[in-house]
Every structure is written in structure tokens, then in C-alpha cells.
């Protein structure tokens, strides 16, 4: 996401600056700075780069340089461009540190910046689809033709349809979520140091809850930072098999429960992958508007993009406490043969907290879905930057013995 189009700033910066702080082995990305040298000394400056570890202090990469006098002439400045060796970093959170140190006085000024490296997304082939019936006369029409681009309506028709079963088949699934969460500093100052950091390990699901209409995303932490928190397995077992008359009550404490062990100030229980599927049904299309927005390949499938923004009010989504209207806008990237959802986009801010996330679905082979692979996230506010990043495996499904019991198998 470049800043400026690449010939608005040529005369500062010899490249375009990118917002992107996360970064994958195979990508290449410099650090830029300017030094400037007071007025008067005539010494050498040594330039030291440095990244350490965020979660381990530990230096990992250091590199220096001297730069002669000459170099800061005639404007006593001198530019100062270094490539972050990523290929040589496993994944996880850095500090970039630069330095100049004046000879003369050993004198320095530093500057400091966080990233992170990622593991690249390998595309993994789809899911098989059922065994080819007879083939078709030669020149035959397919049976179901993908939507045209442009198409909004066909491909609106296509995502619901996909999603009326969709959601029923993901209810019997429960998987295994990692998620990792990061506060940085306040974005007037600039995300310079992680402040805390945060690990959960959650069951996650669909459940309808008891006298409600829907599904409920639903989220049972039994770990946080490597700490149990609760027996894996007995609660679910107890809330979703025995169906006691509490069950409401105790499906929304638990809710809350998890939202409460999210890092940070800001009090957020939006965090859930599956939420923009609400936005296709059929009874939410009329509240927003829908314009296409081209083609693009995810996990190795043509897909067309979907952006969408909410006109209607009162919104879908508002502010805990003070009620106030949170519209939501994004994007979906959709099958246009299967209506199949292959990645979503979903941003919505009150004009002071703004929150921002992205989902990718994946195939899973053993259950015949294309199911959440991986949620990335932020929300910031005047206090606070918050980074969250989710992964979801180990999926399984339920044993519906009845409409209303439903075993929930034991970890291998």
C-alpha cells in the first residue's frame, strides 16, 4: 500500500515508502534514512544497524559502515539505505535499529522500527469436488456457467445460495484457533516497540444458541500464554450435549469470558473470522451496496472481487456502551462458479476506534469445506495500536445425535 504514486515524492525519496511492516522470506525490503551532521564537525560517522529479537531482546543481525566527510557534502547530509536480510530471519517479531556515532565526540542519534517476518502463504490445491458425471455433447453448455464480471447480482445470488448451506455445514465443525495479540504504541507516536503481547488457544464454533435465531460465532479460551485456563473439553461437552436450562446464559458468560482475555483497552468482541458472512444472507443484502471490484487469484482460484460498503441505519455493528452507528466496509473475493467465499475484508470505525481485518479461507480435504485458515487484524484507537494474527486447525466435526444434542469428539 504505497504512500504516493511513485513520481509525487521522487525529489525526497529515491523509491516509493510502503506502510507494510510484515514481510515474507522471499520479499526485499530496505530501511531508508537520512543523516544529518551539525554544522561544524568535520569528523567520519559510523552507521550501525541492528535487529534483535522482539520476543527475546537477543540481537540476531548487525551490519556498520563509516562514512568520510565527503560524504556529507555539500548539504551536510548523507543518505543512508540498508537491506533487511529477511531470508535469514525465521518468522516472528524484530526491532530495526539504526545508529550514527560521531567520531569526534561519540555523539549518536538513533531511530528505532518493528516488523514482522511471515511464512509466505503456500496456495493449496482446492478441494475435490464429486466424481465427473457423463461428459457432455461436444459443444454443450456447462451445467453451471461462472458469473461474468460485473455481474454483481448473478454473483450475489451465487454467494447466498452458497452460504444458506455453508453455515450449516460449518455448525458441526469445531477447530483449534492460535491467536496471537500485540499492543504498540499510539499511533501519534508511531508502533515502535511492542508493549505486551498475548497468546490464546481457543476452541472455536458455530452454535445456535437456545431461542435464538442464527449463529453465534462462539470462541472458549483454554489458554492463555501457555497457562491453562479451563478443562478443554468438559465445558462444551456439557453446554452443547446436555443442553441445561442455563445454557443461554452460560454460552453469553463464556462469550464474555474470552473477550476479556483480549490484550489492550479497547473492548472488542467482533474478533471473529466468520462475521462478514453475515453481510451476503439474504436478509442483510438491502442494507448494503455492492460494486465489483476485478478479478483476482486466491489459494490458486479465479476470484472475483466483491467491495461493499453499508448504507443502512441503524448499523449491523455498534459501540458497546454509547450505541453509536459503526458502519462497515470491504471487500469479499468470491467463486464465480461455486459462490464458494475465498477471502474476506471488513473494516468499520465510529470515527475514533477503527478496526481492520482480513480472513483467508483454505480447503480442508476431510471435511469437504473451505474452512478459516488465517485471521489477521488491527484496531486503533488515540491510545493504541493493536495487532492480532489467527490460525485455525484441527478441525472436526460434531456427532449430532439429536436437533439438540451434539457430541463434540476428544482431541487425538
Known amino acids: 500500500m504505497a504512500v504516493?504514486?511513485?513520481?509525487?515524492?521522487?525529489?525526497?525519496?529515491?523509491?516509493?515508502?510502503?506502510?507494510?511492516?510484515?514481510?515474507?522470506?522471499?520479499?526485499?525490503a530496505w530501511a531508508y534514512v537520512k543523516v544529518y551532521r551539525r554544522k561544524g564537525a568535520v569528523g567520519a560517522v559510523t552507521l550501525t544497524s541492528t535487529i534483535t529479537s522482539v520476543e527475546s531482546g537477543e540481537a540476531v543481525w548487525t551490519s556498520a559502515e563509516d562514512r568520510a566527510p565527503a560524504a556529507f557534502r555539500p548539504a551536510d547530509e548523507t543518505e543512508y539505505r540498508v537491506a533487511l536480510p529477511l531470508g535469514a530471519l525465521p518468522a516472528g517479531g524484530y526491532r530495526l535499529r539504526v545508529e550514527a556515532t560521531c567520531a569526534e565526540d561519540q555523539s549518536a542519534v538513533r531511530r528505532e522500527l518493528d516488523f514482522r517476518v511471515v511464512a509466505p502463504i503456500v496456495?493449496?490445491?482446492?478441494?475435490?469436488?464429486?466424481?465427473?458425471?457423463?461428459?457432455?455433447?461436444?459443444?454443450?453448455?456447462?451445467?453451471?456457467?461462472?458469473?461474468?464480471?460485473?455481474?454483481?447480482?448473478?454473483?450475489?445470488?451465487?454467494?447466498s445460495a452458497y452460504l444458506g448451506q455453508y453455515l450449516e455445514d460449518l455448525s458441526s465443525v469445531v477447530s483449534e484457533e492460535s491467536y496471537e495479540q500485540a499492543v504498540g504504541?499510539?499511533?501519534?507516536?508511531?508502533?515502535?516497540?511492542?508493549?505486551?503481547?498475548?497468546?490464546?488457544?481457543?476452541?472455536?464454533?458455530?452454535?445456535?444458541?437456545?431461542?435464538?435465531?442464527?449463529?453465534?460465532?462462539?470462541?472458549?479460551?483454554?489458554?492463555?500464554?501457555?497457562?491453562?485456563?479451563?478443562?478443554?473439553?468438559?465445558r462444551l461437552r456439557k453446554l452443547f450435549l446436555e443442553m441445561p436450562p442455563d445454557a443461554l446464559i452460560t454460552a453469553r458468560t463464556i462469550l464474555d469470558e474470552g473477550a476479556r482475555y483480549n490484550i489492550g483497552r479497547t473492548y472488542r468482541n467482533i474478533n471473529q473470522p466468520v462475521l462478514p458472512l453475515v453481510f451476503l444472507l439474504a436478509e442483510n443484502l438491502t442494507r448494503f451496496t455492492f460494486t465489483p471490484g476485478g478479478e483476482d487469484v486466491v489459494e490458486g482460484v479465479r476470484a472475483l472481487r466483491l467491495d461493499y460498503e453499508e448504507t443502512s441505519r441503524p448499523t449491523l455493528i455498534r459501540q458497546a456502551g454509547t450505541d453509536r452507528d459503526m458502519p462497515s466496509i470491504g471487500a469479499f473475493w468470491i467463486d464465480p462458479v461455486t459462490g464458494r467465499i475465498l477471502k474476506t475484508q471488513f473494516e468499520t470505525t465510529d470515527g475514533i476506534f477503527r478496526m481492520l481485518s482480513a480472513v483467508v479461507y483454505r480447503p480442508d480435504e476431510a471435511l469437504g469445506l473451505w474452512v478459516p485458515g488465517e485471521m489477521r487484524e488491527t484496531y486503533t484507537s488515540a491510545a493504541e495500536r493493536i495487532y492480532g494474527?489467527?490460525?485455525?486447525?484441527?478441525?472436526?466435526?460434531?456427532?449430532?445425535?439429536?436437533?439438540?444434542a451434539i457430541r463434540i469428539p476428544k482431541r487425538p
Open 4 to 28: 504516493a504514486r511513485a513520481g509525487a515524492i521522487a525529489s525526497l525519496v529515491p523509491f516509493t515508502p510502503v506502510l507494510a511492516r510484515e514481510f515474507t522470506p522471499d520479499e526485499e
Open 123 to 159: 496456495a493449496a490445491p482446492p478441494v475435490p469436488g464429486p466424481a465427473p458425471g457423463p461428459p457432455r455433447p461436444a459443444g454443450a453448455p456447462p451445467s453451471r456457467p461462472p458469473v461474468a464480471p460485473g455481474d454483481v447480482e448473478g454473483l450475489l445470488d451465487r454467494a
Open 185 to 234: 504504541g499510539s499511533p501519534v507516536s508511531g508502533f515502535r516497540a511492542y508493549r505486551a503481547m498475548r497468546r490464546l488457544r481457543s476452541d472455536f464454533l458455530l452454535v445456535r444458541l437456545p431461542g435464538q435465531a442464527g449463529w453465534t460465532p462462539f470462541r472458549d479460551v483454554f489458554e492463555v500464554d501457555g497457562r491453562p485456563v479451563r478443562d478443554r473439553d468438559d
Open 389 to 404: 494474527k489467527a490460525t485455525y486447525a484441527n478441525f472436526r466435526r460434531f456427532q449430532v445425535k439429536t436437533d439438540t
